[in-house]
């Protein structure tokens, strides 16, 4: 089954002399993040991703702990590199953002409760606030599907490739104006300037250059209704990435992936680039397609910037957990063997999950259950497995006469593990009525190890069933979405495809109740 990752982006390129000079830096003074949290419960966490030596952003990847824990409504949190770079945070009641910081920062914030249906709001104060602030009110250019709808109409309008490029320009001028006064108050430092004046300007080509790179692969589907004609346009995209060339020294904060934009236009032709010499990514991109739609563009870059482009993509890959440990040794082989001096292959060497053994022939690995008390799943022989092909037959097979309540889920699916604290209310409902409860994994075969891992830490008591690829393509169509939920009668018949969750409570017991037929 596809479940596709929306990204929301990774880090952009550092030069080699920065990163020799990175390596060869004293150790920089700690960064401290502390914030005030109105309304939120104590004991909630808040996670925070921070650059690392070397990688000035990465959005979901972390090489250590990082989670803060609100306590008497304060959580304090104190960076472990200390680097230049962009933090985001991601929590229950935090508004996913960014945060510029940069050695010796005291980043303070304040969450503001959500009022009448608008989500809570961030205003930082400390080092940097003011830029802080225009970055979580979307003031530079990174104030999402509005911001691109604007560029894709400045681009569409402009009539020739020097008006569109200066129309584009435009687009920057009151963002960086906006820095320029907060600069001349004193209330952010040069360095806060440079970084979010270079990330206004990547926000431009992020925009318009993702906007061409569509339209170039395909002109209907894109729908960008340009006024210029394709030579133009293409006179057009040569000279924006020029002039905001992604791996130009001063990009090397930026927040954007803006390589894989430059790759693309690069593939296609539109920018001068000879043929690749080896098409070492292409030949990963379908293990990889639910992280990155195209990895194989990016054997048209250089090898410098090949480093930067996989690494990022590699860091949020092994963030997601969607590829198996085999498929990321055989990837992480590669980029050691091409790039062992990179800041990337360090940390990709130790995060790389390992390459579970080989399963016997004929040894059920798959199905299993987890009992009160117990630490692991327990495996049995299974007589039929192999034959199934549907949900339907596995559960007559398994659970005769039986009723069963069916959770999907994934590994790498948030919203699915932050289910399962609800589920010990289920587990007591299920067991007073008979109900059978069945996990069913969409991991791929590979995570074997990783799926019968979190089941148990989870503590997720029942039925445990690792789909196989046949069941899993039965699913496609009938599982839209993770997690999902499914109640099935003591007749193996389906009465509920659509199941209230388990947070939901008493309305899930209620919904149990009815389509089973319970007093």
């Known amino acids: 089954m596809k479940y ?27 960064i401290t993040i502390s914030g005030q949290m109105n309304g939120v419960p104590d004991s909630t966490t808040v996670a925070v991703f921070e650059p690392m030596p070397g990688v000035p952003l990465n959005y979901f990847f972390t090489d250590g702990p990082n989670e803060a824990v609100v306590r008497g409504g304060r959580l304090r949190y104190q960076l472990r590199h200390g680097q230049t770079g962009f933090v985001r945070y991601d929590g229950q009641y935090v508004p996913r953002n960014l945060s510029f910081v940069e050695p010796g920062a005291r980043i303070t914030f304040t969450l503001k409760p959500a009022a009448d249906n608008a989500p809570p709001t961030v205003v930082f104060e400390g080092t940097n606030a003011a830029g802080n602030n225009l970055l979580v009110q979307g003031k530079l250019l990174n104030g999402g599907p509005p911001d691109g709808s604007r560029m894709r109409a400045t681009l569409a309008a402009a009539p020739t490739a020097t008006a569109g490029l200066a129309a584009l320009e435009a687009e920057a001028v009151a963002p960086k104006a906006l820095l320029t006064a907060a600069l001349r108050e004193h209330q952010i430092s040069q360095r806060c300037y440079d970084v979010l004046t270079a990330e206004v300007e990547q926000r431009v080509l992020y925009w318009a250059g993702q906007a061409l790179d569509f339209h170039f692969q395909n002109p209907i589907k894109a729908d960008l209704h340009l006024q210029m004609s ?9 000279a924006l990435c020029a002039r905001y060339d992604p791996a130009l020294p001063r ?4 927040a954007l992936g803006n390589l894989g934009i430059v790759a693309g236009l690069r593939k296609q032709g539109v920018l001068p680039s000879p043929a690749p010499t080896a098409h070492t990514w292409a030949g990963h991109a ?34 997601f957990n969607t590829t198996s440990p085999a498929d990321f040794a055989q990837l992480a082989a590669d980029y050691q063997r091409l790039f062992p001096a990179s800041p990337y292959t360090p940390i990709i060497t130790k995060a790389l999950p390992k390459v579970p053994p080989p399963v016997a022939a004929g040894q059920n690995q798959t199905f299993g259950t987890l009992a009160a ?27 005769a006469g039986r009723p069963v309540f069916v959770d999907f889920w994934a590994s790498w699916c948030g919203p699915c ?20 409860v069945l996990y069913i994994s969409v991991d791929k075969a590979g995570f074997r190890d990783k799926w019968a891992a979190l089941a148990a830490k989870n503590n997720l008591r029942g039925a445990h069933y690792l789909a196989s690829e046949a069941v899993q393509k039965s699913l496609e169509k009938v599982v839209p979405y993770l997690p999902t939920y499914m109640v099935f009668d003591k007749n193996g018949q389906l009465v509920e495809a659509s199941a209230y969750h388990p947070s939901d409570g008493e309305k899930l017991y209620q919904q149990l109740r009815e389509r089973l037929g319970l007093r």
């Open 373 to 399: 008390g117990t630490h692991a799943l327990a495996f049995a022989p299974a007589p039929g497995l192999d034959t199934v092909r549907t949900l339907a037959s596995l559960v007559r097979q398994q659970f």
């Open 251 to 254: 990009y090397r904060y930026s």
């Open 230 to 238: 394709e030579s133009e346009a293409r006179q057009l995209a040569q």
């Open 286 to 319: 379908p293990k990889f397609e639910q992280v990155y739609g195209d990895l194989g563009r990016f054997d048209y870059l250089p090898a410098p910037l090949q480093a930067k482009a996989v690494g990022d993509l590699t860091l949020t890959a092994l963030a």
């Open 417 to 436: 593990i932050a289910e399962f604290k609800y589920e010990p209310g289920l587990h007591e409902f299920a067991s007073k009525n008979g109900i059978e």
């Open 4 to 30: 596709q990752i929306c990204l929301l982006g990774a880090a952009l390129a550092v030069a080699p002399g920065w990163l020799r000079a990175q390596k060869a830096a004293a150790p920089a003074a700690p």
